[in-house]
């Protein structure tokens, strides 16, 4: 399996709900990312975990919040999320952390404040 | 601060025509750089990186240190090359953190 698996693909939500995004990849890779992208904006990197720490938080809200139960999950619960947090929200994988991995990344999850 | 720019938000080209997406970098120290390629429809993926040296899909990337420039080109565009590129910093010995530029939408007419 050399994917990044996402689910949902999709998800509205309410600005009083708690959801949660799930990632997955069965690649080995020790560093996993989450990542914002707004409508035609470049990947704004969330979050990075590095055999299963958190290493890097980028000052994002505390309505995010990432974890990592084992090295091939990585989940973001989102809770009183706000209209402006709607956007593809992308999960990536890499064998180690550092320049030298490729990152593999997801295909996403859109989505919705209402 | 690490720094990428991409100078061009479109690009458009004639199919066969030569294609060159412009990047360049700040950063003090030496980077790894890379060119990220998302199709319509489809996932963010690597289409190549400096440290490779590779030529994928035709196209080809050079570090150019003094210049400070990591340009993407290809002699012949084709219309299956129409997607978005980003092109990608990470500072070698860093943290975790890959800088992106914010962007080409390339376009190839027929």
Redesign the interface.
């Known amino acids: 399996d050399t994917e990044v698996t996402q689910t949902p693909k999709h998800l509205v939500m309410g600005m009083t709900n708690k959801k949660s995004l799930k990632c997955e990849q069965h690649m080995g890779h020790r560093a996993m990312y989450w990542y914002k992208q707004k409508a035609k904006k470049p990947p704004e990197l969330m979050f990075v975990y590095s055999y299963e720490k958190l290493s890097i938080n980028e000052s994002v809200p505390s309505r995010f919040s990432p974890e990592c139960p084992n090295s091939s999950l990585l989940n973001l619960h989102l809770h009183a999320l706000q209209p402006e947090d709607s956007a593809l929200y992308l999960c990536a994988s890499s064998p180690g952390s550092g320049g030298l991995y490729e990152q593999y990344f997801g295909p996403g999850t859109r989505l919705t404040v209402t | 601060a690490q720094r990428v720019t991409q100078p061009e938000k479109l690009l458009s080209v004639f199919k066969g025509a030569p294609v060159e997406l412009k990047c360049n970098y700040s950063y003090s120290g030496s ?2 750089l ?1 060119w990220y390629v998302q199709y319509s429809r489809q ?4 289409l190549l ?1 400096h ?1 490779s040296r590779e030529s994928i899909k035709g196209f080809t990337a050079d570090l150019n240190k003094g210049e400070t420039s990591f340009h993407l080109k290809k002699p012949f565009a084709q219309e299956e090359d129409s997607a978005m590129y ?1 092109c990608a910093l ?9 800088v ?4 080409t939408k390339l376009t190839v007419n027929p």
Do not use: A, C, T, V
């Open positions: 980077p790894e890379f996932r963010l993926q690597l990186r440290i980003y990470h500072p070698k010995g860093g943290s975790e953190k890959l992106f530029g914010k962007g």
